[in-house]
């Protein structure tokens, strides 16, 4: 059960009502759970921000590291000893930001490693900075006037740097994360599934989603599952502004380092 | 052999198993050894990084799953390191780090030799905290020193430093090697106790990930479960006093030096390349009433032993810097210390040395 | 008896592999004490390029080279920088393909670089034709120990060659060729 998992003696936790962090954490906890791994073989990292306090309330051997620096830290746990199972916590100022020449190497490597991104577009920790992924237009205390400077897509920058498993869901979407991140753990290699959450606190406030329940019906309604777009999208049409695509962009089978030997 | 070849062996010899390393003169031989020989070990492994801030933090995370874990740069990727040397320092995590020094600031000269990072490795990451850091002066000693590093790393669990330097790293010499090296690991973590309560001259004891203990490692502020804690004035300055003691105070304790004749007038104190021409102009009876004090261990710096030289006149301190021990030397003794700083990357010469004792007053 | 020796050249040459050849010659065949060291530039071929190896029967604590006693100069500009102002007493073999100049101490010519290419067939060996004919001129190795030292160090393959360059080497060394 996930409740195993928890350390109870950590609670309450840090994050504020409304966060989609608590139900990311709970949806990753399954996953760890549904696919067999246990408390002494599984390692929990992070770097620093709002989503690295994660680990902090697992109860597994766990690394809260410096900012952006998870996946190095992590890299050095899963090539020193294989046999662990390795789960990384992270957001998108720290894997995007001063983590993103960590992430593309990562990738490239194709660590055995799963990494969960809470994508909330904002500096959440420091309060509500504009990060690579805060959308064009959005305001935050570094773009008050909005934002000027084009995004990252994090799912495109995986693929492209070599992962084997790459996924995006929201926070509205609890069941096909939990899914998710059950096949990325179930992935050798490099696993990202990035997962747009809502802030209410920073991001919430200054976009006009105050309540957490505004960003969870904008989820909803602006994700477009990548099968159905597929299928249904007319040659060089566009996703209408604001949406996103949904669903699981790549499983594959490229050379991997960091698994353990069967023998 | 030479002396990043030997820093390499030495650490192979105490057992060393995880390399992470990137690129940088003049210490890559020592990761070019690394990488040849570790895929040869069962369980080992070398890996390059993207930069030496991912190199600095895969050896922590190698650390903490029970590796002897190192890394090996200089300036440049040294300055890089600083945030996670001070989060080995604040986790507590053993590891061994050589900086093989060369001219700075910034690229500086990468094919020349310095000293320059003395202070550096002592302060250079942010806050209050203490380190280990040994000074090879031969070939021989990149060898013994690299394998102590690692004892000293595990025994105090903190981050060790050999801080070589280009003169030392690229000269060849013949060594011994010895059949095996003495190898200290680190005290386990005893059934019941937490994993940050120290148990040992303030050393917590240490359990690797995937042993059953369920050890939360942050860079904050943390109670002795490691548990953050970070508002608390007194956890904070309880854990800090604790990680500056458990190294200042055993400073005199594994003090590593060797001393010349200690009655005389005038005193060299050198660690690294200049103590060979201290060697030579002192052994050699070059100039009359001269000794010296040779550091092995430059930090914790062991000033006690600055007490043994009675009638010493003055201490002579030739550092390739424009001088940073002369200064630690100067805040615990009355006589005058004349630092003798060179830079530009090459060796002070015997008679720079000889010319120091004439203006501090020698014989001819 | 200290002996301090300097190698200069171009890189590529082996400038360094002959110091560390020489130094392992003296320091594990002939129970000497060696230390080899360098200068080098940024340049991997190419460049000015320079070793060292200081030879003794005690242990060598100075580690640099002061005011060598013997030279081998393996290119004009080597010898621009390093032979101009030798101490009188000093020996020097240098290539007399390449250096054009010739120094106010003794020398001896060796055409070590026509030597590898015409005879031998390989003139990267020249090197070991240098290092060869300082057994020939000079007693500052055996040429055991040299013999011995190459074969640690050469590529697997060649070691016929490379003592075939030694063994022409030290016979080019022998002949005083002081013109």
């Known amino acids: 059960m996930r409740e195993d998992w928890l350390r109870n003696d950590r609670l309450p936790h840090i994050y504020c009502a409304g966060c989609g962090n608590g139900t990311i954490m709970n949806c990753v906890l399954e996953a760890v759970d549904k696919a067999g791994y246990e408390r002494d073989n599984t390692v929990f990292l992070s770097g620093i921000g709002c989503s690295s306090r994660a680990p902090g309330y697992i109860e597994t051997d766990s690394l809260h590291t410096t900012h952006g620096r998870a996946l190095a830290f992590a890299t050095g746990v899963k090539m020193a000893k294989p046999s662990l199972n390795v789960v990384v916590f992270t957001g998108d100022g720290d894997i995007a930001a001063i983590g993103g020449n960590h ?121 477009v599952l990548k099968e159905k777009w597929e299928r249904t999208a007319k040659p060089g049409e566009e996703l209408p502004a604001e949406s996103f695509l949904v669903g699981e962009f790549v499983r594959r089978a490229r050379p991997v380092m960091g698994v353990a030997d069967e023998t | 052999m030479q002396g990043n070849i030997a820093s390499a062996e030495g650490a192979l010899a105490a057992g060393c198993n995880f390399f992470a390393g990137y690129p940088i003169t003049p210490s890559t031989e020592i ?334 | 008896m200290r002996h301090e020796v300097r190698f200069s050249g171009f890189g590529g040459q082996g400038i360094i592999l002959s110091a560390v050849i020489l130094g392992r010659a003296a320091a594990i065949y002939d129970q000497k004490y060696a230390v080899q060291t360098q200068v080098y530039g940024p340049e991997a071929r190419g460049g000015a390029s320079m070793s060292a190896v200081i030879i003794d029967d005690e242990p060598i604590l100075y580690p640099k080279v002061r005011n060598p006693d013997i030279f081998v100069i393996m290119s004009q500009q080597g010898f621009e920088k390093y032979g101009r102002n030798t101490r009188k007493d000093a020996m020097m073999l240098l290539d007399s393909d390449l250096v054009y100049d010739r120094p106010s101490c003794r020398w001896i010519g060796i055409p070590a670089t026509g030597t590898a290419k015409k005879e031998l067939g390989r003139e990267i060996v020249a090197n070991i034709i240098m290092l060869g004919a300082l057994t020939g001129a000079t007693t500052v190795v055996s040429e055991e120990a040299l013999e011995k030292a190459i074969l640690d160090s050469v590529p697997k393959g060649t070691e016929d060659l490379n003592i075939r360059a030694m063994k022409r080497g030290h016979e080019l060394g022998k002949e005083d060729r002081k013109q």
């Open chain 2, 31 to 364: 990761a070019e050894h690394m990488a040849a020989r570790l895929p040869k070990r069962k369980g080992a492994c070398f890996i390059q990084m993207e930069d030496e801030i991912a190199s600095m933090a895969a050896i922590i995370g190698a650390a903490w799953t029970g590796a002897r874990a190192m890394t090996a740069t200089s300036g440049p990727g040294f300055s890089l390191m600083m945030e996670n040397i001070g989060y080995a320092v604040m986790s507590e995590t053993p590891c061994v780090i050589v900086n093989v020094q060369r001219g700075g600031p910034s690229t500086g000269q990468p094919t020349m030799a310095a000293q320059g990072d003395m202070m550096q490795v002592r302060f250079g990451s942010h806050g209050d905290y203490s380190i280990i850091a040994l000074c090879p002066s031969s070939v021989q000693e990149c060898f013994d020193l690299t394998a102590k590093a690692f004892n000293l790393a595990d025994q105090f669990r903190t981050p060790v430093f050999l801080m070589a330097d280009e003169v030392i790293g690229h000269m060849r010499e013949r060594i011994d090697l010895p059949d095996e090296v003495m190898v200290i690991r680190p005290r386990p973590l005893p059934e019941g106790v937490l994993p940050f309560t120290p148990v040992d001259n303030g050393v917590p004891g240490f359990a690797s990930f995937g042993t059953g203990r369920r050890i939360p490692v942050t860079g904050l502020t943390h109670n002795e479960q490691g548990y953050p804690d970070t508002t608390n004035p007194a956890r904070h300055e309880s854990l800090v006093r604790r990680l500056v003691s458990k190294i200042e105070d055993a400073r005199h304790e594994i003090a590593d030096f060797q001393v010349v004749n200690e009655d005389a007038a005038f005193i060299f104190v050198c660690y690294g390349a200049p103590v060979r021409t201290v060697q030579e102009v002192v052994d050699r009876r070059r100039v009359p009433d001269t000794g010296y004090l040779k550091l092995r261990i430059v930090w914790p710096f062991p000033e006690k032993l600055l007490q043994r030289f009675t009638n010493v006149r003055a201490f002579i301190v030739p550092e390739m810097n424009l001088g940073m021990i002369s200064r630690e030397i100067e805040r615990h003794v009355q006589v005058p210390v004349i630092p003798i700083g060179k830079i530009g990357g090459e060796l002070h010469t015997p008679e720079e040395l000889i010319e120091a004792v004439h203006f501090a007053g020698g014989d001819a």
């Open chain 1, 103 to 223: 992430f593309i190497h990562a990738c490239r490597r194709n660590i055995d490693l799963t990494v969960v991104c809470m994508n909330n577009h904002i500096y959440g920790m420091t309060g509500g900075q504009g990060s690579p992924t805060t959308p064009i237009g959005k305001t935050s205390t570094t773009t008050p006037y909005g934002a000027v400077e084009v995004p990252f897509d994090l799912v495109d920058l995986a693929v492209a740097a070599g992962a084997n498993y790459v996924a995006r869901w929201t926070s509205y979407h609890v069941t096909q994360l939990t899914e998710a991140v059950l096949n990325g753990l179930n992935t050798p290699g490099f696993s990202l599934i990035e997962v747009r959450c809502q802030c209410p606190t920073s991001y919430g406030r200054r976009n006009k989603f105050r309540e957490p329940k505004d960003y969870m019906d904008f989820l909803r309604s602006h994700a």
